[in-house]
């Protein structure tokens, strides 16, 4: 993984960023392969890829295009957390992005960007 000069990465980011590369490799997502880890006091809590499922009966899935990874890290938060606000690593084969405290993809603030 290649880092602009402004980020420095620790052993632990990267070790993380690992774990969500492996989700993404378990995406049947053909070109866009993304994976996600929500990690809560230095331990990682829920994981999830982006897949072709459309539906859902708990919720979070009505008649959408796809799953996404964050997506899919929430639906297995909820059947384990509260609705707390946690952080969530996503991986992309060449990119990684890091959203702070904001579950929900609709409204991503960027805090860190990775190429």
């Given at each position: 993984m290649?880092l602009?000069?402004?980020?420095?990465?620790n052993?632990?980011d990267?070790?993380f960023?690992?774990f969500a590369l492996?989700?993404a490799n378990?995406?049947?997502m053909?070109h866009?392969?993304?994976?996600?880890?929500?990690?809560?006091?230095?331990?990682?809590?829920?994981r999830?890829?982006?897949?072709?499922?459309t539906?859902s009966?708990d919720?979070?899935l009505?008649?959408?295009?796809s799953c996404?990874a964050?997506?899919d890290?929430?639906r297995?938060?909820?059947?384990?957390?509260?609705?707390?606000?946690s952080s969530?690593?996503?991986?992309?084969?060449r990119?990684c992005?890091?959203?702070?405290?904001?579950p929900?993809c609709?409204k991503k603030?960027?805090?860190?960007y990775?190429?």
């Open positions: 290649s602009s000069s402004s980020i420095s990465l052993n632990r990267e070790r960023a690992r492996e989700e378990k995406s049947n053909r866009h392969q993304h994976g996600c880890i929500a990690v809560l006091g230095g331990q990682i809590i829920a999830g890829y982006n897949s072709d499922r539906q009966s919720g979070f009505k008649n959408t295009c996404h964050e997506i890290v929430m297995k938060l909820e059947k384990r957390l509260s609705k707390k606000s969530f690593l996503t991986q992309r084969r990119s992005f890091l959203w702070k405290d904001n929900v609709r603030k960027r805090e860190r990775w190429v």
